[in-house]
Each structure stands twice: as C-alpha cells, then as structure tokens.
C-alpha cells in the first residue's frame, strides 16, 4: 500500500494565524514542524444525515491523545467548553470528548485503550 500516514489536515478560516496559534497553545499542533506518534488514524466516511458532528460541518478532526484528564483539566482553566458521553467511551475504543476550535470547528479527542 502506497499510502503511510497522513500527511496534513488543511480547512479554510476566517483569521488562519490566529487560529493556528489557538491550535499550537491549546493542543500543541499546527505549522510545519509538528511530528505526530506512531499509532492507528481512521479514516472513515459518516452518512451525510449523522448527527456524531454538527450537521453545517463537512469534518470532524479527531486528535489522538495520551493523558486526557489531564489535558481536559487544562483546556477547562482555559476557557474552553468540553462534551463528554459516557456511552462514547468503550474498553475496545478508548475514551473520547469534544471540543470547538474558536470558529466553531468540532474537534474530538481520542485516548486509545491502553496495550
């Protein structure tokens, strides 16, 4: 297979300096120079009539994450509003919450279960 791994996540924005750095201090990613862990990305098309992200967005960006309480705690004492749903959360798919990027962005955040 020719493909190994994504190579970026490009979406358009109204102010794309401001929000790139709204990514790198919120959740450390964005610009040229991040290198991401080695583990499993999904790729995986949802029905047009889904409601697992709002329906005025085309994507959901999913960030694969370690230590999520933690990072919850920090996004929380920042401002920023998370949604969790236990019945997200599964022993075979790991833990899971949602947060918007300033422009309304839907972002989910994945703990992978431990190996």
Request: hydrophobic residues 40%; negative net charge; charged residues 20%.
């Given at each position: 297979?020719?493909?190994?791994?994504?190579?970026?996540?490009?979406?358009r924005s109204d102010d794309p300096k401001a929000l790139s750095a709204w990514y790198q201090k919120?959740?450390?990613?964005?610009?040229?120079?991040?290198?991401?862990?080695?583990?499993?990305?999904?790729?995986?098309?949802?029905?047009?009539?889904?409601?697992?992200?709002?329906?005025?967005?085309?994507?959901?960006?999913?960030?694969?994450?370690?230590?999520?309480?933690?990072?919850?705690?920090?996004?929380?004492?920042?401002?920023?509003?998370?949604?969790?749903?236990?019945?997200?959360?599964?022993?075979?798919?790991?833990?899971?919450?949602?947060?918007?990027?300033p422009e309304g962005n839907p972002i989910e955040l994945w703990?992978?279960?431990?190996?």
């Amino acid at each position: 297979m020719p493909v190994t791994g994504i190579g970026g996540f490009f979406f358009r924005s109204d102010d794309p300096k401001a929000l790139s750095a709204w990514y790198q201090k919120h959740l450390g990613v964005g610009g040229y120079d991040w290198q991401q862990s080695a583990g499993p990305t999904i790729v995986a098309p949802f029905a047009r009539t889904t409601d697992y992200f709002p329906a005025a967005k085309a994507y959901m960006l999913n960030l694969r994450v370690t230590g999520l309480d933690a990072l919850l705690v920090q996004l929380s004492d920042a401002g920023i509003a998370i949604v969790k749903d236990p019945a997200w959360d599964t022993p075979e798919t790991g833990r899971f919450a949602r947060i918007h990027d300033p422009e309304g962005n839907p972002i989910e955040l994945w703990e992978p279960p431990a190996e």
